[in-house]
């Protein structure tokens, strides 16, 4: 026994988890005697969030941030690697087992208006969740529907209204009432804001801030914009092509981005005051096929620091500056720093 305490499991951990896709499987492929192509929506991610943190997950639209979501909430099974929740691996668990854990983990949808019942009003959707799981009686479900919109900053006469009468703000505090009526720990939020006016994205952010504080709550907060990522995450991963190339704690990612990739996406973001018209574009070229994916590193036809090894080695995961990068441009081991 060597006395030294293991450290406490992340309340959720992906270990080299990967969702892969058949595309292509059709009978003239078939016939030809040709297996299907394979779609690499997530490949090889890892990654731990620890309970009470906010992990933000950013990338271009097709980077595999919302598969990796739904793989996370059960929506979908992995193709290969492993999901663990407090320790114990949610895979393969028993019906029960598994309805109990979809209590604790939730999901804000990006669009709040399709994912509520158009004919039904505040009040029974909410009574609906309350009853399916059986977390209040009849008699209460009146009063704890009037907390849940409360709590998310509704007057209580917004129960019996229907979702076409919110503007689109309203409508997602409806959709993080309906999250909380489980009473959940975990939160996916999936592109929660982006459908949203700016002004009203901060007060939703606000929202999420504040219910994190009062229920300790934690989130994957999946979003394509880094201003978003920098006003609630306390972390960042930035995902391309199905793979994470950067993790970081958001301070240190938005003082100094280590991957070339990261470092365009951060050019890119909307600036608070006007630019000149002829600078060149932050980043250039689009996203390549997932199914065809470049050879070695996959950001290297439009990494403007691409050098011979990347067309041919894939990176592998360094720790620089105690943070992680997945980019020849740094030695794959760090060397000690003075006085450690």
């Known amino acids: 026994m060597s006395g030294v305490a293991e450290p406490a499991p992340a309340l959720l951990e992906t270990r080299n988890v990967s969702k892969h896709y058949s595309a292509g499987a059709g009978l003239a492929r078939s016939l030809a005697r040709r297996p299907p192509e394979v779609l690499r929506a997530v490949d090889d991610v890892s990654v731990r969030i620890e309970r009470g943190e906010t992990l933000g997950l950013v990338g271009e639209s097709g980077s595999g941030k919302s598969t990796l979501g739904r793989l996370v909430l059960q929506l979908e099974p992995p193709t290969s690697g492993d999901i663990l929740y407090e320790g114990r691996s949610v895979l393969g ?24 019942n ?12 309350l009853k399916v799981h059986r977390l209040a009686p009849a008699g209460s479900r009146r009063e704890r529907v009037e907390e849940l919109l409360e709590t998310v900053g509704l007057a209580q006469g917004a129960a019996d209204r229907k979702p076409h ?14 999250a909380l009526a489980v009473e959940p720990e975990f939160i996916v939020a999936d592109e929660a804001v982006s459908a949203l006016d700016v002004s009203v994205q901060a007060q939703v952010l606000n929202l999420m801030v504040k219910l994190q504080d009062e229920l300790g709550l934690t989130y994957l907060f999946i979003a394509h914009n880094l201003a978003v990522m920098r006003h609630i995450s306390r972390n960042v991963a ?10 970081s704690p958001t301070i240190d990612l938005f003082r100094e ?24 574009p932050a980043l250039t070229g689009d996203m390549p096929n997932p199914i065809s994916p470049p050879s070695g590193c996959h950001f290297h036809p439009r990494c403007p620091h691409a050098m011979d090894v ?7 995961t360094r720790v620089v500056q105690g943070r992680s990068v997945a980019c020849h441009l740094y030695p794959e081991v760090e060397p000690p720093q003075p006085g450690i």
């Open 93 to 116: 668990r028993r019906a029960r087992e598994t309805r109990e854990l979809r209590k604790r983990i939730q999901v804000v949808f990006q669009d709040p208006y399709s994912s509520l």
């Open 118 to 129: 158009p004919t039904m009003t505040v009040r029974q959707t909410l009574e609906e969740v």
């Open 165 to 178: 009468q919110f503007s689109g703000g309203q409508r997602q505090r409806i959709g993080i009432a309906r």
């Open 238 to 247: 930035v995902m391309y092509l199905g793979r994470i190339v950067e993790h």
């Open 257 to 280: 981005p280590l991957h070339p990739y990261t470092q365009a996406l951060m050019k890119a973001a909307p600036a608070p005051v006007a630019r000149r018209k002829s600078i060149t």
């Open 310 to 316: 990347c067309r041919s080695v894939y990176p592998a």
